[in-house]
């Protein structure tokens, strides 16, 4: 076929171009992907007692983990489109995990140094990266079912950036199921769940993103 | 006039073409895609110095991820910015599948290198997209014919065939998108 009647062929009955493409496919995959998560997290570690929502503990790790989502989802949405910006998305998902540090070590500075370690450690330390990554997991395959659909072309990036984005759906999910109240050990091991996310996308994005 | 000027006079020509065809001008459309070929064809053809014969291959190949990546365009974006974006992702990929050593040519360096520009005829690629046609599921096959070669609108083509009109939009973009992926089985 000549490439002339190829552009015949795509421009015939061609009809308006699909919008909100990003929106359509992203909008389910996180719907999902939290709706899975918070179940998982509820139906398989069960949910913290309510009266600890009186301490603020709780409400950082929530809103650590939904700035950080929202953050994300927006770089992701436009890591999507070619030749589309993607430096204030990243700097606002990177500023997002600074200012938990700050907060993480500021309230590290407030406790005696001899129970520093105990603060960070908690008494969850090890389970907490594993849970938030395995939470993260239904996040991961609807953000990649949605970067397929769209036209990604740094997959790598792209992988990360879901990755952070199911990593940061799944912290959420788990928020409601960890009794550790410290913020510095929300910044050390929450953080660390989300970045094993990002890079287990940032793995699978080039071989699974191209098209 | 430098490259620059050469490249806003490209966007400046086709950025109102290009948001008339989003909005569903087919006329506007088929122009757009005729100065976005010319375009790509000089763009590869300086980066595939090393692979003259896969030349318009790649060009109705982007051609193809363009029309059914559409929707992923932002208007307030160059349209060009976007074009190229995809080329290059293309690009990137032809090399892989021919293998690591190639991808690691500088494209520049070849140009140097081979002094000499390729001809090459407009037009005329190696793999037969007519051919790769026939080889879709029938309802699809069907589908694309009628309204894309034969012209027949959505309504019509529904009304020939019995199926529902967005089952038969739903049928031309599947194909479409099997025929860009057998594309890319066809060349490894």
Redesign the interface.
């Given at each position: 076929?000549?490439?002339?009647?190829?552009?015949?062929?795509?421009?015939?009955?061609?009809?308006?171009?699909?919008?909100a493409?990003?929106a359509r496919r992203l909008t389910p995959a996180v719907a999902g992907g939290l709706a899975l998560g918070v179940a998982g997290a509820l139906g398989w570690i069960g949910p913290i007692p309510a009266e600890l929502y009186a301490d603020p503990g709780p409400w950082i790790k929530l809103g650590y983990a939904g700035l950080l989502a929202a953050a994300a989802l927006w770089w992701v949405a436009r890591l999507?489109?070619?030749?589309?910006p993607v430096a204030a998305p990243m700097r606002a998902a990177g500023a997002v995990v600074v200012a938990m540090g700050l907060l993480g070590a500021a309230a590290l500075l407030a406790v005696p140094g001899g129970e520093r370690m105990d603060t960070v450690l908690g008494h969850s330390w090890a389970e907490c990266p594993v849970s938030v990554l395995l939470l993260s997991l239904p996040t991961l395959a609807g953000a990649f079912w949605a970067l397929r659909g769209?036209?990604p072309?740094r997959l790598r990036l792209a992988g990360f950036a879901a990755g952070v984005l199911a990593g940061a759906v799944g912290a959420f999910s788990y928020a409601l199921s960890c009794d550790e109240l410290a913020p510095s050990f929300v910044a050390v091991w929450y953080t660390a769940g989300i970045g094993a996310a990002g890079l287990l996308g940032a793995l699978l994005g080039p071989r699974l993103l191209?098209? | 006039m430098t490259l620059d000027d050469a490249r806003d006079d490209f966007e400046s020509g086709l950025k109102p073409l290009w948001l008339l065809a989003q909005a569903g001008d087919e006329t506007a459309y088929r122009e757009a895609l005729r100065r976005i070929a010319v375009r790509l064809r000089s763009y590869l053809r300086r980066r595939m110095q090393s692979l003259p014969d896969d030349l318009e291959d790649l060009v109705q190949e982007t051609l193809l991820a363009l029309h059914l990546q559409r929707g992923t365009h932002d208007p307030a974006l160059p349209v060009s910015n976007w074009v190229l974006a995809i080329a290059r992702h293309k690009l990137v990929d032809l090399w892989r599948r021919r293998g690591r050593q190639e991808a690691l040519h500088d494209p520049l360096d070849e140009l140097e290198d081979h002094a000499m520009p390729v001809a090459v005829e407009e037009g005329s690629a190696r793999r037969d997209l007519g051919q790769l046609l026939q080889e879709l599921p029938e309802a699809q096959r069907r589908a694309i014919v009628l309204t894309k070669i034969e012209g027949l609108s959505v309504a019509e083509a529904a009304q020939r065939t019995g199926a529902s009109e967005s089952a038969i939009k739903v049928q031309v973009h599947r194909g479409l998108k099997r025929l860009a992926a057998k594309v890319k089985e066809e060349s490894p």
């Open positions: 076929m000549k490439t002339e009647s190829l552009i015949d062929m795509l421009a015939c009955q061609a009809g308006p171009a699909p919008r493409m990003a999507g489109r070619p030749a589309a769209l036209a072309t191209r098209w | -």
